[in-house]
């Protein structure tokens, strides 16, 4: 199946599990390739915003730490050390293909009144601009009243604020799974059978899973964006899912 419509707008999640190999060191390899295929989207004439994590994680390993701290505090130091080497590593990345990026940190707080407006039209100059929003939470003090929990909810309501035509989140699953483990193609509702298959993860680095994936698709696709959810370890995935969204992973189709 391929879709016709034209997919200009794009936001891209990308989760900590692909930030880090077994020994806690970030895959080089990986990010550069995701930034050559933004590369190439922007030269299609696409824009391009991307959600990303890792900086928990960056700290963690920059800490020589082996388990996700559990005291707030701890994860804010954590976020604070591993945020400014998360943002290096995609300048690097990025100005190989002479590609800005700016960071935006975000929380629950931003999404109200002024400041959404003002997000707002931070992003789409940024876009004008031909830069690469890089949005993370603002896990350095962000409190439990105000975090967001897990950037797949941030990726859907970014994606919203912004008017994307598409949201791309990146782990290491292929897909929703059904009873039998193979991948749901397509979701044209998000039922409660939907969010039964829904499976546990491994918490070292990350706090999300297939349960958040499901809520951020439903968030979507409630303010009429369509949500893949996939492997991002699949060779040229962004490129395809760019101009064919059916083509990989599973879809969820607005109402």
């Not at 039964?196 to 951020?216: D, F, H, Y």
């Amino acid at each position: 199946m391929r879709s016709q419509r034209n997919y200009k707008r794009i936001v891209i999640k990308i989760g900590s599990s692909l930030f880090s190999s077994q020994k806690s060191k970030l895959d080089m390899g990986l990010v550069k390739n995701i930034a050559g295929q933004i590369s190439d989207l922007i030269r299609q004439g696409k824009e391009v915003v991307v959600v990303s994590s890792g900086a928990i994680a960056l700290g963690m390993s920059i800490l020589k730490l082996t388990k996700r701290p559990k005291e707030l505090q701890y994860l804010q130091a954590a976020a604070a050390i591993g945020q400014h080497e998360l943002m290096h590593v995609y300048k690097l990345a990025l100005n190989k293909y002479k590609l800005n990026c700016a960071q935006l940190l975000l929380t629950w707080d931003d999404f109200l009144g002024v400041r959404y407006a003002n997000a707002k039209h931070t992003l789409n100059t940024l876009l004008k601009l031909k830069c690469v929003p890089i949005i993370n939470e603002n896990d350095t003090v962000a409190t439990e009243e105000i975090k967001f929990g897990d950037n797949d909810r941030l990726s859907a309501l970014v994606s919203i604020l912004v008017g994307s035509d598409l949201l791309i989140i990146l782990s290491d699953v292929e897909g929703l799974l059904d009873k039998n483990k193979k991948v749901i193609r397509r979701v044209d509702k998000i039922t409660g059978e939907i969010k039964s298959l829904a499976c546990p993860i491994n918490k070292r680095t990350c706090v999300g899973g297939m349960t958040t994936k499901i809520e951020a698709a439903r968030i979507a696709v409630e303010g009429g964006v369509p949500c893949v959810i996939t492997n991002g370890r699949k060779s040229r995935i962004v490129s395809q899912l760019a101009n064919n969204p059916f083509c990989q992973g599973t879809i969820f189709l607005p109402k």
